[in-house]
């Protein structure tokens, strides 16, 4: 089987980058973000275009990212005569941004003004109904052309999103590194390579050094080294991590918890962080490394047991139907380089869920 790495064209990151986004798009673009990002971005977008003299359109995201959404913006785009789509905000901004690329075969830049998650870099829209029901994965050839992180933009959102994002960046040397060990397919369908592996190493030593620092840099709404280098992690050395070394038993956990109605209020990475801790009881990891990874969660606020989570009261038959769909066909849950039942989830996330409690 063939090695896999799968990565973005180009990845830019810094303080103010958005003001020189007319230099990496080099043509006529159309510009798609949400009201809130819109009133924030538009006038330096439209500068820089204006300054480089190439036009530039816009195109309010209606909020959800649905075929019908991608279909209304397509036609948008032959209207334009666009040659460059770039998607600045959240996930279902950006997801519509590289589907809206993928159907008129245009190049893209995606532009996240958060640093929440690992998605900006992979080739993968998430789509869902009018009614906001996940509809399907919409999976790409190709990552998106250019990634643009602008760190000061990045710096002013709520401090809990760059936290949900170092939760999300937890999980991904740990899952790598169970895929490897099993010679699990990454998310390209070929074997991780050596170069995924030491990134997905770097983005938890990065996460664990400097989260602390960053996170508090977040909460007083400023950038610095610390939170630079955060950021790089969240998103792509987690990206790249993720997607080239393969996702185990912290993400199908992650989705076993969304049918706890309690956990419903936690954003993705909050659950992976939990997820991560349940995976490290499920492969009996050393005590040291499950130490380091809950004294961080907890130096940062992220959950470690399920009371944290939301859950007031633990009722073991739901927390076996948790166990159930993290263990479901085609769960990542099974890349794990040994056998993994419903019994041995249920088992390590009341393990986990003790533990945590008794070290917060």
Known sequence: MENIILSPGKYIQGSMAIENIASHAGKKALVIADDFVMNLTKEKISKSFSDKEIDVDFELFNGECSKKEVSRIKEKIETFNSKIIIG??????????????????????????????DAPCSALSVLYTEDGVFDEYLLLPNNPNIVLMDTDIISKAPARLIVSGMGDALATYFEARSCAQSNAKNMGGGLPTGAALTLARLCYDTILSEGYMAYNSAKS?????????????????????????????AHAIHNGLTLLEDCHHLYHGEKVAFGTLVQLILENAPQEEFFDVLNFCISVGLPTNLEDMGVKEIDEKLIMEVAKASCAPGETIHNMPFLVTPEKVFAAILTADRIGKENR
């Open 88 to 117: 600045v905000g959240g996930g279902k901004t950006l997801d519509t941004a590289k589907a809206v690329a993928y159907y008129t075969e245009l190049p893209v830049i995606i532009a996240p003004t958060i640093a929440s998650t």
């Open 221 to 249: 709404k400023v950038s610095t080294k610390s939170l630079e280098n955060v950021v790089e992690a969240n998103t792509y050395l987690s990206g790249v991590g993720f997607e080239s070394g393969g996702l185990a038993a």
